[in-house]
C-alpha cells in the first residue's frame, strides 16, 4: 500500500469552529488532493497541489483554505466549520495527473459538524 | 453540466452476467481516463487505465470515444466480489492551466448469487 495517512480519521466538532485535518506521504509524490464525498455527488475536488507552495481550488473550495510547505504534508483548514462541511474527506497522491499515473488514496477522515 | 457523468445506477445483475457502464466528460481537452473501483465506506483504488485502443484486464474491458467523449467499461462474468462503486475518472485541464482528477459520481453495482 501506498505511504498515504490522514488524521484525524473521525472528528465531531461544532458549527463555527476551525479545523485541519492532515495528510502525509513517504511517496514524495508531487501531486496532492483533497476531495469531499457525500451522497449522490461522489468525489468532489476542493483543493490540490502540484508542488509546495503551489496550490489551486477545485470545483467545492468556498470554506476551506489548503496549505503545503512541504512535499510530505498537505493540510486542510475550514476556517469556520458549517454543518454543510459534514462529509467524509479523502486526500489522493500522485506523481502527476496523467496516463498511466496512478493515484493513491488516504482511508479517509469522517468529519461531522455538530 | 458535471465535467463527467455517470448513471449512479444501481446495477443489479444475477452471477456470471455481463454489465456496461458508461461515462461522459465535458472537457475535450481531457487527456488522461481511469476507472476506480470504490467498495462501501473505503477508500477508491484504480480499476484500470483507459487507453485510446481501448485495453482489458481479464474480466474487464474499458473502451474510450474521444469523438463522442466517452468512456465504457464491461464486466464479464460477474462475480459476487465485483459488487461495489464503480468510478469514472478523468483529468481535466482547470482554468489555471493545470490539470487535475475529476470523478464522476459513481456507478453502483451489485452482483446476485
Known amino acids: 500500500d501506498a505511504g498515504i495517512t490522514q488524521s484525524p480519521r473521525h472528528k465531531v466538532t461544532e458549527t463555527g469552529t476551525p479545523v485541519t485535518l492532515r495528510c502525509h506521504q513517504t511517496?514524495?509524490?508531487?501531486?496532492m488532493y483533497w476531495y469531499r464525498q457525500d451522497p449522490g455527488h461522489g468525489l468532489r475536488l476542493i483543493h490540490y497541489?502540484?508542488?509546495?507552495?503551489?496550490?489551486d481550488k477545485g470545483e467545492v473550495s468556498d470554506g476551506y483554505s489548503v496549505s503545503r510547505s512541504k512535499t510530505e504534508d498537505f493540510l486542510l483548514t475550514l476556517e469556520s466549520a458549517t454543518s454543510s462541511q459534514t462529509s467524509v474527506y479523502f486526500c489522493?497522491?500522485?506523481?502527476?495527473?496523467?496516463?498511466?499515473?496512478?493515484?493513491?488514496f488516504g482511508q479517509g477522515t469522517r468529519l461531522t459538524v455538530v | 453540466r458535471k465535467e463527467v457523468e455517470q448513471d449512479p445506477g444501481p446495477f443489479n445483475v444475477p452471477e456470471g452476467a455481463t454489465v456496461a457502464f458508461n461515462c461522459t466528460y465535458s472537457?475535450?481537452?481531457?487527456?488522461?481516463f481511469f476507472w476506480y473501483r470504490q467498495d462501501c465506506r473505503k477508500e477508491p483504488k484504480l480499476l484500470m487505465s483507459?487507453?485510446?485502443s481501448g485495453n482489458e484486464d481479464g474480466r474487464f474491458t474499458a473502451q474510450l470515444n474521444r469523438a463522442s467523449q466517452y468512456i465504457s467499461l464491461l464486466i464479464r462474468d460477474s462475480k459476487l466480489s465485483d459488487s461495489a462503486t464503480y468510478l469514472c475518472?478523468?483529468?481535466?485541464?482547470?482554468?489555471?492551466?493545470?490539470?487535475?482528477?475529476?470523478f464522476g459520481s459513481g456507478t453502483r453495482l451489485q452482483v446476485q448469487p
Open positions: 489522493a497522491i500522485s506523481e502527476s495527473p496523467g496516463q498511466g499515473t496512478e493515484a493513491f
Open positions: 511517496e514524495n509524490h508531487r501531486y
Open positions: 497541489s502540484y508542488g509546495v507552495k503551489d496550490t
Open positions: 472537457n475535450s481537452a481531457s487527456q488522461s
Open positions: 483507459v487507453y485510446s
Open positions: 475518472v478523468v483529468n481535466t485541464l482547470r482554468d489555471t492551466g493545470r490539470r487535475a482528477l475529476t
